[in-house]
């Protein structure tokens, strides 16, 4: 049994969905409906490092967390939303740089990304 098949967590994943606008301009947005993703990992990254600032929102300035997100499958696209509970309330997090899929043999094939806390 592998970690990807059976991690720890579960969070929704609205899939990116392409629409039009008012205008008629084709656009890509979260979907408003989710797939549950069972069995994911969500690690977080320590927010003080590369573009992430540790620094609190609550004294007049910015904190933004990183989680590091890996399943064997998930619908993720540049414009998904993820969201995922914690002890504090629901986490809403966006893709940061667009998803991962690693695709190498059946025992590691996975899809990654690095995602943002909404603030």
């Known amino acids: 049994m592998s970690l990807l098949d059976n991690g720890p967590h579960t969070v929704r994943v609205y899939p990116e969905i392409r629409t039009q606008d008012a205008r008629g301009n084709e ?25 992430f600032p540790a620094i609190d929102v609550r004294q007049g300035q910015r904190v933004d967390a990183a989680y590091r997100f890996l399943a064997r499958q998930a619908p993720l696209g540049w414009w998904s939303r993820v969201e995922g509970d914690s002890p504090n309330g629901t986490i809403t997090m966006t893709v940061l740089g667009g998803p991962l899929q690693h695709v190498s043999s059946n025992g590691t094939t996975h899809v990654s990304a690095t995602l943002q806390e909404e603030r």
């Open 27 to 51: 656009i890509r947005r979260p979907s408003a409906t989710p797939v549950v993703i069972i069995g994911c990992i969500m690690q977080p990254m320590a927010s003080t490092r590369g573009a």
